[in-house]
C-alpha cells in the first residue's frame, strides 16, 4: 500500500506523462513546417527512439525474478508491436499532414470505443445501456470539432481525419490483443520489445520506399525535433506512466491522463497558432465523459492497461 505523497507522486507522473505524449503532434507539426515527409520524419523519430528503448529493456530484465519470453509470447510481441506502434503510428503521420494537432488528439482518444466496439464484433461481449450513452457522447464530441474544422481550417480535414481514425482503429485492436500479453510480459518490457519491433518495421519501410540519402539532408531543426519526440513525446511518458499506474492504479491513471486532449488544444495555440473555441472545448469535453465512462468500468481480475506509446 503506497503513502499518501507516494500516490500523489504517481498523480503527478501520470499527469506529465500525458502531457508530454501529448505534445507529439505539436512536435510532428512543426517538423511539417520544414519540408520533411511523414515516412521520413517517423523514421528519424524511431531511431533515436531505439537505444532509448534498448536501455529500458536492459533495466526491465535487471529483475532476478522476471521470466524469459515464450515462442508464443514473441510472436504476440512482435504481431502486435507492428501493428499498435508502426502502422497506428504511420496512419497517424500521415493524417496530421492535413488536420490540427487538436482534433488529432480527439480523434485519436477516442480509441476505448473502437476497443469496445470490436469486443463486441468478436468476442460478443455485451453493450450496456451505458455503453451506448458513453459512444453517442463521444462520437457527437468529435462531430462537433470535426465540423469546426472543416468550416474553418484549410486543407482535406476529411481525408487526415480518415487516416487518424485509422490509426485508432488499429491501436484498438492492438490494445485488444495486449490484455493478456502485458500480464505475462510486463507493461514496461512490452512497451520496450514493441517499440523496438517498430523501429526496425519503420526502418525497412524508409528503406523500401525512400532514397536511403533523403534522411541525411534535412534541415537541423528536423532532427532536433525529432530527438525531441523521441525523448520527451515516446519514451519518457512510457516510463512515467509505468511508474504512475504502479503508484496509483490504471483507473486512476484514465481519469488523470484525459488531461491529453485539453493539454494538445493548448499546446497547439501556444506553438503552432491553432485556434481555440468554444465549440472545440465542449466537443472535447464530451468525447472525453464518452471516454472515461468506458475506460473506468471493471475490468476482468488481472488485467493491465498497456502503456501509450503510439
Not at 519540408?35 to 520524419?41: E, F, K, P, S
Request: charged share 10%; hydrophobic share 55%; net charge positive.
Amino acid at each position: 500500500m503506497f503513502s499518501k505523497q507516494s500516490r500523489l507522486t504517481g498523480a503527478i507522473l501520470v499527469m506529465v506523462s500525458a502531457i508530454a505524449f501529448s505534445g507529439k503532434a505539436v512536435i510532428i507539426k512543426l517538423a511539417y513546417r520544414h519540408g520533411v515527409d511523414a515516412v521520413t520524419l517517423l523514421t528519424l523519430r524511431m531511431i533515436f527512439s531505439a537505444p532509448m528503448f534498448l536501455l529500458l529493456a536492459w533495466w526491465a530484465l535487471r529483475d532476478p525474478g522476471i521470466q524469459p519470453l515464450s515462442r508464443a509470447d514473441l510472436r504476440s510481441v512482435a504481431l502486435l508491436g507492428f501493428i499498435g506502434y508502426y502502422l497506428a503510428s504511420y496512419f497517424d503521420f500521415i493524417g496530421l499532414q492535413y488536420i490540427t494537432a487538436a482534433l488529432e488528439r480527439l480523434l485519436l482518444f477516442i480509441h476505448p470505443t473502437f476497443v469496445l466496439l470490436l469486443s463486441a464484433l468478436l468476442f460478443k461481449r455485451r453493450i450496456t445501456r451505458r455503453d451506448v450513452v458513453a459512444v453517442v457522447l463521444s462520437y457527437v464530441g468529435i462531430a462537433l470539432v470535426f465540423g469546426h474544422d472543416v468550416a474553418t481550417q484549410p486543407g482535406n480535414v476529411v481525408l487526415g481525419s480518415a487516416w487518424v481514425l485509422l490509426s485508432a482503429l488499429f491501436y484498438a485492436a492492438y490494445l485488444l490483443g495486449s490484455g493478456r500479453v502485458v500480464g505475462r510480459v510486463g507493461s514496461l518490457r512490452f512497451a520496450c520489445y514493441a517499440g523496438l519491433v517498430s523501429c526496425v518495421a519503420v526502418v525497412i519501410h524508409y528503406l523500401v520506399t525512400s532514397d536511403w540519402y533523403v534522411i541525411f539532408a534535412q534541415p537541423a531543426p528536423v532532427y532536433w525535433l525529432a530527438l525531441l519526440m523521441a525523448a520527451v513525446s515516446t519514451v519518457l511518458p512510457i516510463v512515467l506512466m509505468s511508474e504512475g499506474i504502479r503508484r496509483i492504479g490504471s483507473s486512476h491513471a484514465s481519469i488523470i491522463g484525459s488531461v491529453g486532449p485539453i493539454a494538445t488544444i493548448f499546446l497547439g495555440f501556444f506553438f503552432l497558432d491553432e485556434q481555440i473555441t468554444a465549440l472545440q472545448l465542449a466537443g472535447a469535453g464530451l468525447v472525453m465523459a464518452g471516454v472515461l465512462a468506458i475506460s473506468l468500468q471493471k475490468k476482468p481480475a488481472g488485467a493491465e492497461k498497456p502503456l501509450e506509446g503510439k
